[in-house]
């Protein structure tokens, strides 16, 4: 919830919310312009849908903005998406209600298939690859708050950014290339590393596949189990995974409930899973699923994650046909390689120079699950690290960006761990009132604290 009115006592309209439809923006079209609510059906809001094109291209990125008639509070709130959907309408009116401006976009394609990478004859659409990847939400931004100053005759007092999975992506794409776009940003379980984690995601089944055994869920459940018994901190969650060494051997001969016992080949199957993908010689390749995570992702033989599988068939291979079951050790290799070339300086929102966003004097929060079954966590460790020794050191950084890791918490939500809270209005004190989070609250009562951090006598 908002901390209080950014413009004294609140701002209200200088024009009807209709009058919006005869708006002149270059590229856009305002669409449509109406008030919902009011009159006992909840606050009034002024809902606008617009469309962004980017000649000659003739690409259509689809906007919607939704204001409030009273009680606006004088922020602008962007909200992102999930997968390869690049938001939803669906997901404004809540923070609409507390007094914000909201905004959110289809990033140039309806629904959450990654087919849209791919022309009709086949080949790699890059006007819609860019779309999704940050023009959709930059444009979103600017037509936005080009919106709040026509409606309210005032632009934001302060813009912040929110989003979790391609949300967290999106607002640390943000960051790096618009770092003027929002004052705060926070990013939950980033999808950076997008060209790696995806190829990362479809090395357990290959390691299934090249080995003939495709684990049942329940081995998967029992080894999820065993190590958090051996590696928890007596809450049932282990609180940080590469602290962990539980080796599965210990598991070979013992009973898995409603699937026998585990075998030697089970054993190694699952060890790779964790260590997580190798080229054939050995050498490191991307982070594997942290011990204590649901196997969710490789649990289902035969059945690759489904936003992976969109990566490797319209991305990587461009054959919607492609059969992942003709994958090799060789040809994953260069697969990886082409995946990063390809595509990472378009989708790999790992870029650790943030200087301009800090200039600026931008705040970001970001957060992740240590039982992320999805989008591995040591990804984002990884990233964090980097921009460190990018920005002179741990205190520089901490200075405008801090990392939460919350041990036991799944992708965005979920898992045995204490589920982290108030990460918008931690970052909203942080840009307004100078108060830099330690730590963030919990569902547990206990404080989650920032990396390189001691709060309430927890590290």
Known sequence: MAVGPAYGQGATPVRTCDSLLSLSFPNAVIESAAVEGGE???????????????????DRVRIFVELPVTQWNGRFLGTGGGGFSGGSPQQLRQQTLLGYVTAATDTGHEGGSGSFALDPAGRLNWMLIRDNAYLGIHEMTVLGKYLVEAYYGRQPRYSYFEGCSTGGRQGLME???????????????????WPKFHVGQMWGQLVMLDAGDFIPPCKFAAAQAASVAACDAKDGVIRDPRQCSFDPKELIGTSAAGCGAFTETDANVIRKIWQGPRRRDGSFLWYGLPRGADFMGVSKAGEPFGVGMDWWKYFLTQNPQWDWKTLTFPAYEQYYDQSIEEFGAVLGTDAADLAAF??????????????????????????????ER????????????????????????????PQPAGQ?????????EGKAPESLPT?????????????????
Not at 424 to 432: F, K, P
Not at 453 to 458: D, K, L, R, W, Y
């Open 40 to 58: 006992g059906a909840g606050p009034a809001v002024c809902r606008v849908s617009a469309t962004v094109t980017h000649p000659p291209a003739g």
């Open 175 to 193: 960051i790096q290339r618009y770092p003027a776009d929002y004052d705060g940003v926070v990013s939950g379980a980033p999808a950076i590393n």
């Open 358 to 387: 800090r200039d600026h004097g931008g705040k970001a929060i970001v957060w992740h699950g240590q039982a992320d079954p999805l989008i591995y966590p040591e990804g984002t460790i990884d990233y964090y690290e980097h921009v």
């Open 390 to 417: 990018q920005m002179g050191g741990a205190a520089q950084t901490a200075s405008f960006i801090r990392l939460f890791m919350a041990p036991g918490v799944g992708h965005c939500r979920g898992g045995a761990g």
């Open 424 to 432: 918008l209005d931690a970052v909203q004190r942080w840009v307004e």
């Open 443 to 459: 569902s547990a009562g206990r404080p989650l604290c920032a990396a390189g951090f001691a709060c309430g006598g927890t590290p």
